[in-house]
């Protein structure tokens, strides 16, 4: 079973920068879609953004366009989301999720077959 370990997430002041990072278990899964999704208290967990598997497309949310970037390293199974300009709303849980098959984008959870833990960001105001 592919397991994802998230890691970096923290509590950072608006304006702030976190880098977040998602490591697989096993290469199986080095070339397929990967995305990132948040769940802030009392609200439905969200995408956020999606790298494709070659890494050359990738899709953001309206809200984090600009700020946010994904990437990956598939040599090292893991991706990554830079998150700069940081605001109070994107406080939230983030979790990272793979794709089995696929590696085309896909926004919707529906899409994803592997989900990490979950790492928690806080921006203070």
């Known amino acids: 079973q592919v397991q994802l370990v998230e890691s970096g997430g923290g509590l950072v002041q608006a304006g702030g920068s976190l880098r977040l990072s998602c490591a697989a278990s096993e290469g199986t899964i080095s070339s397929r879609a990967k995305g990132w999704f948040r769940q802030a208290p009392g609200k439905a967990r969200e995408f956020v953004a999606a790298?494709?598997?070659?890494?050359?497309?990738?899709s953001y949310i309206d809200s984090v366009k600009g700020r946010f970037t994904i990437s990956r390293d598939n040599a090292k199974n893991t991706v990554y989301l830079q998150m700069n300009s940081l605001k109070p709303e994107d406080t939230a849980v983030y979790y990272c999720?793979?794709?089995?098959?696929?590696?085309?984008?896909?926004?919707?959870?529906?899409?994803?077959?592997?989900w990490g833990q979950g790492t928690q960001v806080t921006v203070s105001s």
């Open positions: 999720a793979a794709r089995k098959t696929f590696s085309s984008i896909s926004e919707s959870m529906g899409g994803y077959d592997y």
């Open positions: 790298v494709s598997g070659g890494g050359a497309s990738t």
